[in-house]
């Protein structure tokens, strides 16, 4: 399942229990996890979405699964590389055997099997903890790239948005031409800017991969130079904002057609 490697590599297999809601870690102080692969049932999986070479892995779920894990690390300099399980019923994180390798080639399979917590313990706790760690998990489905974007976007957004409202409150209620504005209008005013936010979000992603991807293609075809840029490409992120956005534009014109929530403005 793993790269070839040198006759020298490491290569170790490791057997793990976990309860429901636990998670797998695997943490090297260096770039040095160069490959992944999961094999088991990836849909009740939640994994870590790194970028290759990576410095860690995380593999969790909140079902009676089995996984074989494969990876592969690599690297001319030395490096540690750990394993870990943490145990969702009482926080407590139990550690394997580390790695300490002066150079060369790590092969790590694992065998990790999420079974059900003994009756009397919880296969994970309710609190805020677990939803800072959710929170923690989820954002790491993003490209770094993708997280920047969308705050700066929703920085200024926001804040042209907030100052935009305000000034049309106050010019209606000045100039006495059209009612001000209501909690009912702003809150529609609200849904439109963060759907149009996001709309520029999407917009920016696609140029930006389609970009990326055009740079390379012509380096390659026309120069025949092979660049070795961070790959930009992320379905996910584009999948996952269409969605949110076709949510709260349905919600935008909901709030126009049946709540009649749209404030009148000048022509």
Not at 112 to 133: C, D, K, L, M
Not at 146 to 164: D, S, T
Not at 208 to 214: L, S
Request: proline share 4%; glycine share 6%.
């Amino acid at each position: 399942m793993l790269p070839a490697s040198h006759a020298d590599a490491t290569i170790s297999q490791q057997t793990v229990k976990l309860f429901n809601g636990g998670r797998l870690r695997v943490d090297s102080t260096q770039n040095s996890i160069r490959k992944i692969v999961v094999q088991g049932n990836i849909t009740a999986a939640r994994m870590s979405n790194n970028t290759i070479p990576a410095k860690s892995f995380s593999l969790s779920s909140s079902t009676t699964q089995f996984y074989t894990v494969y990876l592969w690390l690599s690297l001319p300099g030395s490096y540690v590389a750990t394993i870990s399980l943490d145990d969702p019923s009482d926080k407590n994180s139990s550690s394997l055997p580390s790695f300490y390798l002066s150079g060369g080639d790590l092969n790590l399979t694992i065998f990790a099997s999420f079974e059900p917590a003994p009756t009397g313990q919880q296969g994970g706790s309710i609190g805020w903890n677990s939803f800072s760690e959710w929170m923690t998990q989820f954002s790491g489905a993003f490209p770094w790239w993708v997280k920047i974007l969308y705050l700066a976007l929703g920085l200024q957004f926001g804040l042209i948005g907030y100052r935009w409202i305000r000034f049309e409150d106050e010019r209606r209620r000045i100039e006495k031409h059209l009612p001000p504005l209501d909690r009912g209008n702003k809150a529609y005013l609200w849904t439109d800017i963060l759907f149009r936010a996001l709309l520029t979000g999407f917009v920016l992603c696609i140029v930006v991969m389609i970009g990326e991807a055009i740079i390379v293609l012509v380096a390659q075809n026309l120069f025949f130079v092979t660049l070795s840029f961070v790959s930009l490409l992320d379905f996910f992120s584009l999948f996952f904002v269409a969605i949110i956005a076709l949510l709260i534009y349905i919600g935008r014109e909901a709030m126009d057609r049946f709540l009649d929530l749209k404030p009148l403005m000048e022509d």
